[in-house]
C-alpha cells in the first residue's frame, strides 16, 4: 500500500506504517529540522515543504499519480498526516479551520 505523509514531522506515523508493510512515496513538512531528519530516514522519497504547492503538477512531477492521471506514477493508496491543531486549541484564539495553521487543511484535502 503506498502512502502520501502530509504534515509528517520528524516521521514517526511514515516509521509505524513502514513497519506495518506500507510504502511512503512522499512526504510534506514545512519544518527544515524535521524535513533533514526525513532525508535522512527517507532518501530519495519526494519531499515538499509547502503543502499549498502539493498541486497536481507537483505530484506528477515526483512519480505519484493523481486522479486526473492515475497512469502517470505510482498511485496513492492512503494519505495521512495530521495537520497543525494550533486555531482549534481552547488554550488559543479558537480561529478553527479559518486559521492560518488549521486551515492548511483545506489545502490537504
Not at 10 to 38: P, T, W, Y
Not at 40 to 64: A, F, K, N, V, Y
Amino acid at each position: 500500500m503506498n502512502v502520501l505523509s502530509l504534515f509528517s514531522g520528524v516521521g514517526g506515523a511514515d516509521l509505524g506504517l513502514e513497519r506495518a508493510g506500507m510504502k511512503i512515496i512522499g512526504q510534506c513538512e514545512v519544518n527544515a529540522s524535521a524535513r533533514e531528519r526525513l532525508e535522512r530516514h527517507w532518501p530519495g522519497i519526494p519531499l515538499s515543504e509547502d503543502i499549498t504547492q502539493m498541486d497536481e503538477d507537483w505530484l506528477l512531477s515526483h512519480g505519484i499519480a493523481t486522479r486526473n492521471h492515475p497512469d502517470k506514477g505510482q498511485p496513492v493508496d492512503l494519505v495521512v498526516g495530521g495537520f497543525p491543531c494550533q486555531d482549534l486549541s481552547i488554550a488559543g484564539k479558537r480561529k478553527g479551520l479559518e486559521g492560518a495553521r488549521s486551515g492548511l487543511f483545506h489545502d490537504a484535502i
